[in-house]
């Protein structure tokens, strides 16, 4: 696990660079789960995603000691979280995205100050060329999630929502590479170790699923699922020791299970969530853990989606 001391110092570094989020509440929504459910509210967070809680606090930490470029290989929620924190700190952000990046991803990442360099279509061929770029001229290569600083970042939001729901009983997180979930895992099982941390994966990007059943990190192929966010291949090696030993319980889910999630957000909650970010949610309603009557939280871990992938998702 992640040092309960190194996640508090993460809350410190990261203070005034990112937004405490709100937990929402919705009656229609406490019906529907059984439970009394506290949305914690990442989509609303500064840059649309939970990824800027780490980011900051690795980009903080690495310019804190003199470091002026910093270099990460990811079009969405993480590039554009980089960016945003390198633009506060005043230093380079140099993003690796793929030759077929979305127009809308790209103007994302440039608003933020950001620079783009295009490169092949497949994390395999950009991860190289970050770290290469990033070695070329004294940068660091910023992780998405397999890295204690990004970890302990991400962990921050698992000591909010024990804040801020005081009574509660579970979290349901959404899971890709499982910096989030292992963060939050650190941070509850550490302070809280009776609240239940539940892990939820599409069903067909099922990587760590299939790592807890085989007791070691097994590889997926490609998924086209919705939940763009949460397309990893593999666990990753840090990342996934801890969620092998803490969490409690991990749950798969449809993208139409996903698609609903998101449309009762929007309905019922007035919500604008992306597929990964409603995620959780889909595994909450899903009914597939057995949790009835309690106070429970769920992570809406990002709101970027464009216009068009929006309606045509909704229900
Ligand atoms: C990155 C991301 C996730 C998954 O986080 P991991 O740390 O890779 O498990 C979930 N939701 C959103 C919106 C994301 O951007």
Not at 16 to 28: A, D, E, F, L, N
Not at 261 to 289: D, H, R, Y
């Amino acid at each position: 696990m992640i040092d309960l001391q190194k996640i508090r110092r993460a809350a410190g570094n990261i203070e005034g660079m990112i937004h405490r989020t709100p937990v929402m509440t919705s009656g229609r929504l406490d019906k529907l789960a059984g439970n009394e459910v506290f949305l914690k509210s990442e989509h609303l967070q500064k840059t649309g995603s939970f990824k800027i809680r780490g980011a900051a606090n690795k980009v903080g930490l690495a310019a804190k000691e003199g470091v002026t470029h910093v270099v990460t290989a990811s079009s969405g929620n993480h590039g554009q979280a980089v960016a945003c924190v390198a633009g506060m700190l005043s230093i380079r952000a140099t993003i690796v995205v793929p030759e077929d990046v979305s127009p809308a991803k790209a103007s994302a990442i440039r608003a933020y100050g950001g620079q783009i360099v295009k490169c092949g279509l497949t994390s395999a061929e950009r991860i190289p060329e970050a770290v290469r770029i990033a070695g070329d001229d004294g940068g660091v290569f910023i992780p998405p999630y397999d890295d204690p600083e990004i970890m302990a970042g991400q962990g921050t939001a698992g000591l909010e929502i024990l804040e801020q729901v005081p009574g509660c009983g579970a979290i349901f997180v959404p899971v890709g590479g499982g910096g989030l979930i292992a963060g939050i895992l650190s941070a509850v099982k550490q302070t809280r170790p009776d609240v239940r941390v539940i892990g939820v994966e599409p069903d067909t990007a099922n990587d760590t699923q299939l790592s807890l059943e085989a007791g070691r990190r097994i590889a997926i192929g490609a998924t086209g699922t919705i939940a763009d966010g949460l397309r990893t291949a593999i666990p990753g090696e840090l990342t996934f020791p801890i969620v092998r030993e803490a969490l409690d319980d991990l749950i798969t889910v449809t993208d139409m299970e996903i698609r609903k999630a998101m449309t009762i957000l929007f309905e019922g909650a007035k919500q604008v969530v992306e597929p990964s970010g409603a995620t959780a949610l889909a595994g909450l309603l899903s009914g597939k853990t057995g949790i009835r009557g309690m106070r429970v939280s769920v992570v809406l871990s990002g709101g970027n989606v464009t216009p068009a992938d929006y309606g045509r998702l909704l229900l």
